[in-house]
């Protein structure tokens, strides 16, 4: 027998869900129902949360304009590697991200991190995005590029994958 060690019922109202309209909130962690969700750029905020949503958003060391520019960067490379149809993705984890992050140059390298990890776990591509030099593993993120793991030099910034060819 499986058991749950929480009630599964919304928050707000104490309906037991259905099959679809539920979702955590991510400030306060709270199961709710579509009746009680704000969703923003893919985020799911309770409508208690939404305030403080609100104040974070505005008093985050992280700007509206750095969020539009990690999000327009990895869209780049993600479009130039496995192609258009994953702007949901990208969008949602830098809307995010933002709520917790105080250090913009952190905030980038989880945000890039997280859509990297969404990517290999829901098999969009286990390598993305691939070595040019080793097609068979992904290069990693960090210090605002891209590397491969067996040579130390980073092979493109953030947003440049387009302009690598393989064999350079």
């Known amino acids: 027998m499986f058991i749950i ?3 599964f019922k919304c928050s707000a ?3 037991e869900p259905t099959i679809a309209g539920w979702s955590w909130c991510d400030i306060c962690s709270g199961l709710f129902c579509s009746d009680h969700l704000v969703v923003k750029k893919g985020v799911a905020t309770c409508e208690s949360c939404a305030a403080d949503r609100e104040r974070r958003e505005a008093s985050s060391g992280v700007s509206a304009g750095d969020e539009d520019r990690v999000v327009s960067l990895l869209r780049a490379d993600v479009e130039a590697t496995i192609g258009p149809g994953h702007d ?5 984890a830098a809307a995010r991200h933002r709520l917790f992050a105080d250090d913009p140059v ?3 390298a989880e945000v890039v991190d997280d859509a990297q990890q969404h990517f290999h776990d829901e098999f969009a591509d286990t390598t993305w995005p691939s070595c040019p030099c080793h097609p068979w593993h992904p290069l990693w993120f960090s210090d605002g590029w891209w ?3 067996r040579i130390t030099d980073p092979i493109a ?4 994958l387009s302009k690598v060819k393989a064999d350079e």
Do not use: H
Request: hydrophobic residues 25%; proline residues 10%; charged residues 35%.
């Open 5 to 7: 060690p929480f009630e």
């Open 13 to 15: 109202c104490g309906r």
């Open 88 to 92: 949901e993705t990208i969008i949602e």
């Open 106 to 108: 952190r905030y980038v």
């Open 147 to 149: 590397r491969c793991e």
């Open 157 to 160: 910034p953030l947003g440049g």
